[in-house]
């Protein structure tokens, strides 16, 4: 809308403590008029401005802006028939005179429309299917596995790149068409979750030949035992039967970890709640990589590769205190994240500050741990970026050598 807002902030001290209010929001943003005024259109002072929450902040836009919009539609209104009402019956800027829940329920309306067309099409649901009932039946090649988690992404990317964002017959006022924005964002961001797990149903193997994880874990709360078995269900239904040379864990709680921290040593976790995100599956990836005939020694080798003559970076300090590093890659590519190229040493890595550097444990390392986090959080992400991993990790754990 062309003249809204109708003129620029103030300047001077009130126009710093908005500025600086708005430029510590999650979404930072330049002052509006709006912003420094309340619904009946009174300067508001410093103070006020100053002792604000966002959650009030936010709270007053919405009433200042619908405010504004309302007094505009009158104002057309008795420019065009000298009668304060807006004319028009259906006119579409009578939602705001419905009041902040009436445009609030629009909002929702058109996000759910918009989510609606993010679906996936018939004939998408019966591609995957197809490959559902095969790979259902079937221990199917890691190769093409890879290539179905591409192309269910291709197709989703692609949806949403097509679908028309939803538009409001009667323009929005900013503080309403930023929740129109977060919204559409939400829905979006919904659907890519939604996508995350069907992506992830490629990597199932068939139910019989699935390894059971057999957990030892006495005495854990209730919701680090959910994570823990839901992590123990993912790692055990995309590892063949017999590959894994030995399917017991021990996981246990160490009081003297950082809070949240874990660790994998020796067929047993530990770790100090509370916990969150996949943790538990990283540790049971480090159990992969110790355990499955070839995987430890095939992926030390991927990333040998692909690090080969690269800069040692000290990142800072891990959750048990030490300091890591990692080594830059040096096949054009960037780490996903930078903790999958961390380099372990057999002496203290603090020498390497004056150029001592220590003989590097190849034993330790986490490509595999961080590599199968995120193949369940994200699959495409790690399938797209880095495929000759992931087709060697998937490989290695659906090969039917014992
Ligand atoms: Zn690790």
């Known amino acids: 809308m062309a003249q809204f807002p109708p003129t620029l902030p103030p300047d001077g001290r009130i126009g710093q403590a908005v500025r600086d209010a708005l430029g510590r929001l999650p979404q930072p943003r330049e002052p509006e008029w709006a912003d420094f005024i309340d619904a009946e259109g009174r300067l508001l002072p410093i103070e006020r401005l100053r002792r604000e929450s966002p959650e009030e902040r936010d709270q007053r836009r919405a009433e200042v802006d619908l405010a504004l919009v309302q007094r505009q539609a009158l104002f057309r209104s008795v420019a ?13 800027a009578n939602v705001f005179f419905g009041g902040r829940q009436a445009v609030d329920r629009q909002i929702e309306q058109l996000a759910r429309r918009y989510a609606h067309r993010l679906r996936p099409t018939a004939a998408e649901l019966s591609a995957r299917r197809q490959f559902d009932l095969r790979s259902r039946a079937n221990v199917l ?53 939604e996508a995350a797990a069907n992506q992830r149903t490629c990597l199932i193997l068939p139910q019989r030949e699935r390894t059971t994880i057999r957990i030892f874990a006495p005495g854990l709360p209730e919701d680090e035992r959910r994570r823990l078995d839901q992590a123990a269900q993912f790692i055990g239904a995309i590892t063949r039967k017999g590959r894994l040379s030995d399917p017991r864990i021990a996981v246990g709680i160490n009081k003297e970890l950082a809070a ?117 959080s994200n699959p495409v992400e790690i399938a797209r970026h880095d495929p000759e991993l992931v087709t060697l990790l998937i490989d290695s754990l659906r090969s039917n050598v014992p």
């Open 80 to 92: 065009s028939s000298n009668i304060a009402i807006p004319q028009v019956v259906r006119d579409p």
């Open 260 to 376: 949240g921290a874990m660790r994998y040593r020796n067929g047993a976790i530990e770790f100090n709640p509370p916990t969150q995100g996949s943790g538990f599956i990283h540790e049971m990836a480090h159990h992969l990589q110790h355990h499955v005939s070839g995987l430890g020694r095939d992926s030390a080798e991927w990333r040998r590769r692909v690090s080969k003559g690269g800069k040692l970076q000290l990142m800072g300090v891990d959750s048990q205190g030490r300091s890591w590093y990692y080594r830059e890659r040096t096949d054009g590519r960037a780490w996903l994240r930078d903790y999958m190229g961390r380099v372990y040493f057999r002496g203290d890595p603090m020498l390497l500050r004056v150029g001592n550097i220590p003989e590097e444990d190849n034993d330790r390392m986490e490509v595999v741990s961080c590599a199968c986090e995120i193949l369940f």
């Open 141 to 193: 090649p890691a190769e093409e596995v890879r290539r179905e988690i591409l192309r269910r992404d291709d197709f989703m990317q692609r949806l949403i790149g097509a679908a028309t964002k939803p538009r409001p017959a009667a323009e929005y006022p900013p503080h309403y068409q930023r929740m129109l924005d977060a919204a559409i964002r939400q829905a979006e961001a919904d659907v890519l979750e």
